[in-house]
């Protein structure tokens, strides 16, 4: 029985590399996606076996098309790809239901595999990427219910944060000093009442801030 795949990446070349890998398998490649809302339609429309679901993308990332894709089809298993092996975007993937996180450094023999189980509904989620994401995930301070007064600039802080961007990266996306936006990032962390950023991360995916 074959497993029907849509893959989504923003670069060709990572996508021929997938095409290349699943040649003369059971996993058909059904369709293809460069961006986040392409690949939401694309699903919408085939209703695949598996999404594999690049992190970052121009125009619509990969986080927020795993959200509307579980929200959506809930019963199509999505298994994000990423070259970023990044405690946020891992802990973004746990709370948004993916069915697993792989970097794109992974052996052919992984990915078939994970495609496999992914597509069989099984979690390929290991021991030690939970163990990670499990404080971020379980913290009790972090509710939904929690009003936080958060400043109109820690707000877009917060959301560049959920994002996974570095402190640099986010400086430059928001014409700010590298200094501002470590102000910026503590003074979130004290108000939402965690200890580090993929906690803070989690928090604003749960508020719907990101």
Same mark, same amino acid.
């Given at each position: 029985?074959?497993i029907?795949l849509?893959?989504?990446?923003?670069h060709?070349v990572?996508?021929?590399?997938?095409? =290349?890998?699943?040649a003369?398998t059971?996993i058909?490649?059904v369709?293809?996606? =460069?961006?986040?809302s392409?690949?939401?339609?694309?699903?919408?429309? $085939?209703?695949p076996d &598996?999404?594999?679901?690049?992190?970052?993308?121009p125009?619509s990332?990969?986080?927020s098309?795993l959200?509307?894709?579980?929200a959506?089809? @809930?019963?199509? @298993?999505?298994?994000?790809? =990423? !070259?970023?092996?990044n405690?946020?975007?891992?802990?973004r993937?746990?709370a948004?239901?993916?069915?697993?996180y &792989?970097?794109?450094s992974?052996?052919k023999?992984?990915?078939l595999?994970?495609?496999r189980q992914a597509a069989?509904g099984?979690s390929?989620?290991?021991?030690?990427?939970?163990r990670?994401v499990?404080?971020? $995930?379980?913290?009790?301070?972090v509710?939904?219910d &929690?009003?936080?007064?958060?400043?109109?600039?820690e707000s877009?802080v &917060?959301?560049?944060? !959920?994002?996974g961007?570095?402190?640099?990266?986010i !400086?430059t996306?928001?014409?700010?000093?590298y200094?501002?936006?470590?102000?910026?990032v503590?003074h979130?962390?004290?108000?939402?009442g965690?200890?580090?950023?993929?906690?803070?991360?989690v928090?604003?995916?749960?508020?719907?801030?990101?």
């Open positions: 029985m074959s029907r849509l893959i989504a990446d923003d060709a990572v996508r021929a590399g997938i095409r =290349s890998m699943v003369g059971e058909e490649i369709a293809e996606a =460069s961006q986040g392409e690949a939401f339609q694309r699903a919408l429309e $085939l209703r &598996l999404v594999l679901l690049d992190v970052r993308m125009q990332d990969g986080i098309c959200g509307r894709i579980r959506e089809l @809930p019963n199509v @298993p999505v298994l994000m790809f =990423s !070259a970023y092996e405690p946020t975007y891992v802990a993937s746990v948004l239901g993916a069915a697993g &792989l970097v794109k992974a052996s023999e992984l990915l595999s994970a495609i069989a099984e390929i989620w290991t021991r030690e990427e939970l990670r499990t404080g971020a $995930l379980s913290t009790p301070r509710a939904i &929690l009003e936080v007064p958060l400043t109109k600039r877009e &917060l959301k560049q944060l !959920a994002l961007l570095s402190n640099k990266e !400086a996306s928001l014409s700010i000093s200094e501002t936006v470590k102000e910026h503590q979130i962390l004290r108000k939402v965690v200890s580090d950023r993929t906690q803070a991360a928090w604003a995916v749960r508020q719907g801030l990101a």
